[in-house]
């Protein structure tokens, strides 16, 4: 079963949503963005949130001793690494933190795939290209592009989702779906679209 993530949670108005929806994960963002918490944020966030969410970090090059803080402090359960960072980065994060990893690929063309293969890292995510920014541009890739590919990792798929359209993204069998911007109004998270796109997703599911 497909499962979500509700990405950029940094008001109590937020995890108070979640605790009631009760998505399978949720992202902090730790990278500069209008979404961005610090440590000290998060660790509140965390405190408030219900166990059975599994909390991601979500970074763009960011120094590896602060993620291995955050993990052994329990602020976080996953780690996204959102940048461009390079395999011997990802194989140091790996040796000094345990826990899964999901790498961002920026998805352009088909040829976006070919850096995949040897990424040391348990998830993929699936996000749009965009030149002057690393994510969260509410935009969508070309989805037939996936039929195409075959990858070898289970992966979560981002970019411009929303209640109306998550069930295209759902024809390409992603492990998750990611979502911000598509339940948000005015910049903040707004509980009845996180409500309606779980409700779509989990629909989606009961019908498979």
Not at 13 to 30: H, R, S, T
Not at 66 to 93: T, W
Not at 97 to 111: A, D, G, W
Not at 135 to 151: P, T, V, Y
Request: aromatic share 8%; with cysteine; glycine share 6%.
């Amino acid at each position: 079963m497909t499962k979500v993530k509700i990405c950029g949670l940094k008001r109590k108005e937020d995890i108070e949503f979640a605790n009631i929806l009760l998505p399978e994960y949720a992202g902090f963002v730790f990278a500069a963005s209008p979404r961005q918490v610090s440590a000290e944020q998060a660790a509140k966030l965390r405190a408030e949130l219900d166990l059975r969410v599994r909390t991601v970090g979500v970074f763009v090059k960011e120094d590896i001793n602060f993620i291995k803080r955050l993990a052994a402090e329990r602020i976080i359960n996953v780690v996204q690494l959102h940048g461009d960072e390079s395999q011997e980065y990802c194989r140091e994060l790996r040796r000094k933190i345990n826990l899964p990893v999901i790498k961002v690929l920026r998805v352009r063309n088909i040829e976006s795939f070919e850096s995949t293969i040897d990424y040391e890292c348990d998830y993929l995510l699936l996000d749009t290209y965009t030149k002057t920014a690393y994510g969260g541009s509410g935009q969508r890739f070309d989805l037939e592009i996936l039929k195409n590919i075959k990858l070898q990792r289970p992966f979560f798929l981002a970019g411009g989702l929303d209640a109306k359209n998550v069930h295209e993204a759902l024809e390409a069998k992603p492990y998750a779906v990611d979502v911000s911007g598509g339940v948000e109004t005015d910049g903040s998270k707004d509980f009845e679209k996180m409500r309606a796109f779980i409700a779509a997703v989990k629909g989606s599911r009961e019908n498979e």
